[in-house]
């Protein structure tokens, strides 16, 4: 994609919004003048918005996946893409959506972010990406890179789920398990000593790839394609790009005059961590919370960023924590609807269900889900026992599963 389709101008400060920076090279290590020992400050892609043109960029077009369809307002895609995007919208009940990001390529929302991170890449003339990742933005960076013609190194944590470690390993990249406290460490010593651009959080509190989040505006734009503006966001919560995302794509549609409002944005993470919500509750610009173990394992996070806390508090929404249980109905909810999400998926109808009945009034609610249940640890191990090719052997079966002539 040549540069000239985007508008982008160049990188704002997140901390000091007056704070301008030049478009290139991408910023991954957050605000220069305003980060702290203590707090990093992400920054964030300006456009000229006055040169967009919303009628073109909202007209209906082909339902086909590719970022191509909103380069206008995405830094530049200097990297070949795999039909990332178009997910869809599927009406759980009424006025209850969830917005499916397990049919990106790899079966997650990262392919949003790792189009423009890997793009980053290519415009600075890396050789290859390196990433840090329990999973799903692991396969994304490589599924990317090696798309782009890219090497790729992934640090995991020593108990890598075999699928997601066969994953990593048919997109040629170079998987690292380490332990888990290395995994940073030794990412930046990658980054410095061999030059490969790095696609994840490099500061203490968290402020990630600055060209990221952009790809996640366009869950936001696909979703008021589809239904117009919702009520409400639920958003399944780590570091909160994608809360950020989410939120900023909805305030550039206010900017661009098609809407007057911003829903709702709510983040959801675990309560065995919930670093987002500690900072929200405590008024802090980000938060490092000692985790407990937990199955949603994408999700459980030390640290927040300070993107999730803009999010949460310029949209009105809320930060809420949610049990391994609440986790589990709202996966169970969604198989019954036919969709098999990661457990961390869940968590933003788990997020739905926790507050009640929803409200409709404003407008539906989406819940987004954002990774396959081929992404959670274990699967692959269950063992279906063998049925006797007989027809008493058959119809016990079936009526211990409650079918019945």
């Given at each position: 994609?040549?540069?000239?389709?985007?508008?982008?101008?160049?990188?704002?400060?997140?901390?000091?919004?007056?704070?301008?920076?030049?478009?290139?090279?991408?910023?991954?290590?957050?605000?220069?003048?305003?980060?702290?020992?203590?707090?990093?400050?992400?920054?964030?892609?300006?456009?000229?918005?006055?040169?967009?043109?919303?009628?073109?960029?909202?007209?209906?077009?082909?339902?086909?996946?590719?970022?191509?369809?909103?380069?206008?307002?995405?830094?530049?895609?200097?990297?070949?893409?795999?039909?990332?995007?178009?997910?869809?919208?599927?009406?759980?009940?009424?006025?209850?959506?969830?917005?499916?990001?397990?049919?990106?390529?790899?079966?997650?929302?990262?392919?949003?972010?790792?189009?423009?991170?890997?793009?980053?890449?290519?415009?600075?003339?890396?050789?290859?990406?390196?990433?840090?990742?329990?999973?799903?933005?692991?396969?994304?960076?490589?599924?990317?890179?090696?798309?782009?013609?890219?090497?790729?190194?992934?640090?995991?944590?020593?108990?890598?789920?075999?699928?997601?470690?066969?994953?990593?390993?048919?997109?040629?990249?170079?998987?690292?398990?380490?332990?888990?406290?290395?995994?940073?460490?030794?990412?930046?010593?990658?980054?410095?000593?061999?030059?490969?651009?790095?696609?994840?959080?490099?500061?203490?509190?968290?402020?990630?790839?600055?060209?990221?989040?952009?790809?996640?505006?366009?869950?936001?734009?696909?979703?008021?394609?589809?239904?117009?503006?919702?009520?409400?966001?639920?958003?399944?919560?780590?570091?909160?790009?994608?809360?950020?995302?989410?939120?900023?794509?909805?305030?550039?549609?206010?900017?661009?005059?098609?809407?007057d409002r911003v829903p709702r944005v709510h983040s959801c993470?675990?309560?065995?961590?919930?670093?987002?919500?500690?900072?929200?509750?405590?008024?802090?610009?980000?938060?490092?919370?000692?985790?407990?173990?937990?199955?949603?394992?994408?999700?459980?996070?030390?640290?927040?960023?300070?993107?999730?806390?803009?999010?949460?508090?310029?949209?009105?929404?809320?930060?809420?924590?949610?049990?391994?249980?609440?986790?589990?109905?709202?996966?169970?909810?969604?198989?019954?609807?036919?969709?098999?999400?990661?457990?961390?998926?869940?968590?933003?109808?788990?997020?739905?269900?926790?507050?009640?009945?929803?409200?409709?009034?404003?407008?539906?609610?989406?819940?987004?889900?954002?990774?396959?249940?081929?992404?959670?640890?274990?699967?692959?191990?269950?063992?279906?026992?063998?049925?006797?090719?007989?027809?008493?052997?058959?119809?016990?079966?079936?009526?211990?599963?409650?079918?019945?002539?």
């Amino acid at each position: 994609m040549p540069t000239e389709h985007s508008l982008a101008t160049g990188q704002r400060s997140l901390g000091d919004p007056a704070l301008d920076f030049p478009l290139w090279p991408p910023l991954t290590a957050g605000c220069p003048r305003t980060s702290t020992e203590d707090v990093s400050y992400p920054v964030e892609v300006d456009y000229a918005y006055d040169k967009a043109d919303p009628a073109a960029l909202f007209a209906p077009a082909p339902v086909r996946g590719g970022l191509e369809r909103w380069a206008p307002l995405l830094p530049p895609l200097l990297s070949p893409g795999l039909g990332e995007g178009a997910t869809p919208l599927v009406e759980i009940e009424p006025g209850v959506y969830v917005k499916d990001e397990s049919r990106n390529p790899t079966w997650s929302h990262k392919d949003r972010l790792n189009r423009c991170t890997t793009s980053a890449a290519v415009g600075v003339g890396a050789a290859g990406i390196a990433v840090a990742s329990s999973g799903n933005h692991g396969a994304a960076a490589a599924a990317y890179a090696a798309r782009a013609g890219l090497r790729c190194v992934v640090f995991t944590g020593p108990d890598v789920p075999p699928n997601v470690d066969s994953f990593l390993d048919a997109y040629g990249a170079v998987v690292l398990p380490v332990p888990w406290e290395a995994r940073w460490p030794l990412l930046r010593q990658v980054v410095d000593r061999l030059g490969l651009h790095p696609v994840s959080n490099l500061t203490t509190t968290h402020t990630g790839h600055a060209y990221g989040p952009e790809g996640y505006k366009t869950i936001a734009y696909e979703i008021f394609q589809d239904v117009g503006l919702p009520s409400a966001v639920f958003v399944p919560t780590g570091y909160g790009e994608l809360l950020f995302g989410v939120w900023k794509g909805f305030t550039e549609l206010v900017r661009l005059g098609l809407t007057d409002r911003v829903p709702r944005v709510h983040s959801c993470e675990t309560v065995t961590s919930g670093p987002l919500a500690r900072a929200v509750a405590e008024g802090l610009p980000a938060a490092r919370v000692t985790v407990r173990p937990s199955a949603a394992y994408s999700i459980n996070s030390p640290v927040s960023g300070y993107r999730g806390v803009l999010a949460v508090r310029e949209s009105g929404g809320r930060a809420l924590t949610l049990t391994d249980a609440q986790l589990t109905d709202a996966k169970e909810e969604m198989a019954r609807a036919g969709l098999w999400a990661e457990l961390s998926a869940a968590a933003g109808l788990a997020g739905l269900r926790s507050l009640g009945e929803p409200d409709l009034s404003d407008g539906p609610v989406v819940c987004v889900s954002t990774s396959s249940g081929f992404k959670d640890s274990g699967v692959g191990t269950r063992r279906t026992d063998p049925v006797a090719p007989e027809w008493e052997a058959v119809s016990r079966v079936l009526r211990e599963a409650g079918i019945t002539g």
